[in-house]
């Protein structure tokens, strides 16, 4: 099984793991992989992550390859190679050091990642976490604009169309997310706030369509407060995902699974153990 040229020995990867953290080009067939085979679509970044961590180790290119292979081999399962079972394959021919450093990844930015999913495909609307959180950036620039409406109303123009806008700056909203990042006091949230301001000025003026999804404590905490406003309690929505007692549930699985499909590049069989995996192994 040929791998993707993600690794070059000859870079110092410690000034260069954040490029190879953030590679997401993913695995194809024409990287040798077999016919008809599903890849994951988190897998890419997990292979990333451990070829990092095994250069910092010391291993060379050719090593680290035969590592990879010999994992990639023992997590294909019914025509897909699920992340996880990636995972667990590393993770049981790796050393606890190198593990550990792993395991961290894993569970941090992995888990936050296929909750901003599952969360998207639970309310059924495709790009929503996106634009929630691109609203929540927006009151934090709209809030001291002195062009601020009645009913704290704040008119902008679109950074990609070019078109007006108005969005009303809910102030509980932004508080209630603030609170899940973890900012407490006044001058904690105003120096979050700032720096968003000062992240836009210089993302927007080059690209217009940048939107702040690489920034995962954001987006997760805009995720959690979107699920707590529209079902109460995460544990609702784990819930339905995880009992077929009543139709609604049924129909919300499904949902899942079939926005998971279409919207994020999981197969029926990945899709089913990524819920899995969050309703219960996290």
């Not at 078109?163 to 508080?175: A, F, G």
């Not at 707590?228 to 499904?254: C, F, R, V």
């Amino acid at each position: 099984m040929k791998l993707p040229k993600i690794f070059i020995p000859e870079k110092d990867l410690t000034g260069r793991v954040n490029e190879y953290l953030n590679n997401e080009e993913p695995l194809r067939k024409k990287d040798g992989l077999q016919d008809g085979l599903h890849i994951d679509p988190n897998l890419n970044q997990m292979i990333s992550v451990l070829g990092v961590i095994l250069r910092l180790e010391g291993k060379s290119h050719r090593t680290i390859e035969q590592y990879l292979n010999k994992f990639l081999n023992k997590s294909e399962e019914d025509g897909c190679i699920y992340v996880k079972d990636f995972f667990n394959a590393a993770e049981a021919d790796l050393p606890e050091n190198i593990n550990k450093t792993m395991s961290v990844h894993f569970k941090n930015e992995y888990n936050k990642k296929v909750k901003i999913e599952i969360a998207e495909s639970y309310l059924n609307k495709k790009l929503a976490i996106n634009d929630y959180v691109m609203d929540y950036v927006n009151m934090v620039i709209g809030i001291d604009s002195e062009s601020l409406g009645p009913n704290n109303t704040w008119r902008y123009r679109d950074p990609k169309t070019g078109t007006p806008k108005t969005l009303t700056i809910n102030q509980s909203y932004m508080d209630e997310v603030e609170n899940r990042l973890n900012l407490k006091n006044t001058g904690h949230r105003e120096s979050f706030r700032e720096a968003i301001r000062k992240i836009y000025g210089m993302k927007i003026s080059t690209d217009p369509y940048y939107n702040f999804m690489d920034n995962i404590e954001l987006v997760n905490a805009v995720t959690d407060t979107e699920i707590a406003a529209e079902m109460n309690t995460t544990g609702i929505m784990i819930g339905s995902l995880t009992s077929a007692s009543n139709e609604d549930h049924k129909q919300a699985y499904k949902r899942v699974i079939t926005s998971m499909i279409n919207n994020h590049g999981y197969c029926e069989v990945c899709a089913k153990k990524t819920i899995e995996h969050f309703c219960f192994d996290k």
